[in-house]
């Protein structure tokens, strides 16, 4: 169990004090380029284990112990910027995807690299379905295909054209959420076999940059919330009981103008609490927010870091956040700044997402 006594004390390590303003617990050897996923292990393993992919070829695994201190574990490199990672159901296995076309299996006993999947362009999202009479690996890419993949087979055991270029996706068992360029939206039933349930056109005019799956109160997927780039966050349900019930919301914005005009941010990554059904969305303003979605309101601001926050993800009981603060690249070449190094940081946040009282 991952206390807030135990972070209580901690201080800032960072030589800036504005690199680390929240004074949350910093993951050690971070990677040298921008984190561009994160995954926490899931509740099969007894220990809580971080990974996280960047554009520096890498995955690497950290073990996370009860005293919210960071043990880096290993390392793997692939052939190009990692894209996506993510869990096999039973912990012994990571999957990562990324520019190199290709998607690879990494066992965590043995240390050894596999090749078990391939697409035409890089792949942008992988993600393990595991399902009472089936078990693959499902990877979206941006040569416009979602495929499943047995990973003992070379060949994928069903391929779906998408209508555009795959930007992110999300699985919870029996629905998968696929969005792509040009505003597109599929909903995909998991159950005997994927299939298409339903194609929509997002609600937001803009690109998409995240969504994420979110459950009802009997913990059943039944809608999700979609991230895009400017600093707005839409909540669909898939049958919504009332239309009213999907909404948009601002978040990530700055009025930090005198003429009165905002700054707006692109929403980076959204999570859902594992137990609460809150959410935290994180920006390229270097912000993470926590929100009640049923209440419609904001539970908790962060202060900004130096850098936008690139990802973000729980831990399976929802007791850690991980962020990672690295530059995303959306103000251009002219901003980067070397000398600025990527972080990655854990918060006890179970009580701040609990969702307000209906009183």
Excluded at 13 to 30: F, G, H
Excluded at 222 to 239: D, F, H, K, M, P
Excluded at 280 to 286: E, H, K, L, R, Y
Aim: charged share 20%.
């Amino acid at each position: 169990m991952f206390k807030s006594t135990t972070l209580g004390t901690f201080g800032a390590t960072t030589t800036t004090p504005n690199s680390n303003p929240m004074k949350d617990y910093e993951v050690i050897s971070p990677p040298d380029d921008s984190v561009s996923c994160l995954s926490f292990s899931p509740s099969t393993l007894p220990q809580n284990f971080l990974i996280a992919g960047s554009w520096d070829n890498n995955v690497r695994c950290w073990e996370v112990e009860q005293s919210g201190k960071t043990v880096p574990k290993s390392l793997q490199t692939c052939g190009g910027p990692v894209l996506d990672v993510c869990w096999s159901d039973d912990g012994t296995k990571v999957f990562m995807a990324g520019c190199d076309k290709q998607a690879k299996v990494w066992d965590l006993g043995s240390n050894q690299l596999l090749q078990v999947a391939a697409h035409d362009a890089p792949i942008k999202t992988c993600h393990w379905i595991k399902a009472p009479n089936y078990s693959c690996l499902m990877t979206g890419s941006w040569d416009k295909t979602l495929k499943f993949w047995d990973t003992r087979s070379p060949n994928p055991i069903l391929t779906i054209n998408l209508p555009e270029r795959c930007y992110c996706a999300d699985v919870d068992y029996p629905m998968a959420v696929v969005s792509t360029a040009g505003r597109h939206i599929i909903i995909y039933q998991l159950e005997g076999q994927p299939k298409e349930f339903k194609k929509t056109e997002s609600p937001l005019k803009y690109q998409h940059r995240c969504v994420a799956i979110f459950r009802d109160k009997k913990k059943a997927p039944t809608g999700y919330a979609l991230g895009s780039v400017e600093g707005r966050v839409a909540i669909q349900y898939v049958n919504p009981p009332n239309p009213k019930d999907n909404f948009t919301f601002k978040c990530h914005r700055s009025n930090g103008a005198p003429n009165g005009y905002q700054d707006i941010y692109a929403v980076n990554d959204i999570a859902f609490h594992p137990v609460h059904g809150t959410l935290a969305t994180v920006g390229s303003d270097g912000t993470f927010s926590f929100w009640d979605k049923d209440a419609r309101t904001k539970l908790k601001p962060s202060e900004a870091m130096e850098q936008p926050i690139s990802r973000c993800a729980f831990n399976h009981n929802g007791q850690i956040f991980a962020y990672a603060v690295s530059y995303d690249w959306s103000k251009g070449h002219d901003f980067y700044n070397p000398l600025k190094k990527n972080n990655i940081f854990l918060r006890a946040c179970f009580d701040e997402l609990k969702p307000r009282s209906s009183s």
